[in-house]
């Protein structure tokens, strides 16, 4: 039976929003991938304020994926931005690719380095992995001081960066994975594979976070699992002022 996964991308730039096809290719031959993203908000994020603008419209995204009969929802920022917001509105799997992927390197290796564009979300990411539990497994995060909108305008300068803070990561910092620390890295994976395999380091996983998100979020579909419903309690209906967010059914927490 085929699946249906949505992607929400929570920025506005024109020069950093791609296409479901461009994700399709990530998933399975029976999922079909969509992708809308935000009306109002950053155009980039890359500090918690950024973060902050971008999660109720992004939250309103995923209520409409749900009403639109989507069976799960990849947000397409490392910030996971709105994710435990979202989690509480709808029933469907709801992933963040850096929850995701800090997990997956958990499992893949003892200790993993998240390599993100730049200082601004150092912080932002340590905070992420004490909230994920994964804190004793993060041996740092570091920048390749390249803002997210300028990602795409040279990319071998992005992947020998990504290369170059990679070997620190592992000289340094003890890193036994490797995860790229914004969605905008999509498609560089294999470069950076290659350039640490020519530097003598075989057999370091390299994360690119939104194939992980997306083969993450069919393998939870597939299995019929979601969000725990006591965890992630349907909101109280109350009014809200200034925010248009679409009607939701609030599911009951099992006793």
Known sequence: MGKRIRVVTPVLSDGF??????????????????????ERGPASIECELDEALAVPDTVARIIEA???????????CMGDPGMHAAREAVSIPVV???????????????????????SNCIPMMENQ???????????????VDIPVLELEQDTPRLVQA???????????DGAHVIIFGC??????????????????????????????AIKLAEALVDLGLSQSKRT???PPPKRIVGYDLPERERVAVPA
């Open 129 to 143: 992995a004490k909230i994920y539990g994964v804190a004793d497994k993060l041996a740092s995060v570091r920048s």
């Open 66 to 76: 749900e009403r639109d009969g989507v069976d799960a929802v990849v947000i397409d």
């Open 162 to 172: 990504l290369v170059d803070e990679s070997i620190e990561a592992i000289e340094k």
């Open 183 to 212: 969605t905008g890295m999509l498609g560089c994976a294999l470069g950076v594979q290659e350039g640490l395999v020519r530097r003598g380091y075989a057999g370091v996983p390299v994360i690119d976070p939104v194939p992980a």
């Open 96 to 118: 963040g690719p850096g929850e995701a992927t800090m997990h997956i390197a958990s499992i893949l290796g003892h200790r993993f380095s998240i390599v993100t564009v730049l």
């Open 17 to 38: 929003l791609r296409q479901a096809e461009q994700f399709q290719p990530v998933a399975g031959w029976q999922t079909e991938i969509s992708q809308v993203q935000i």
């Open 232 to 234: 992630y309690q349907s």
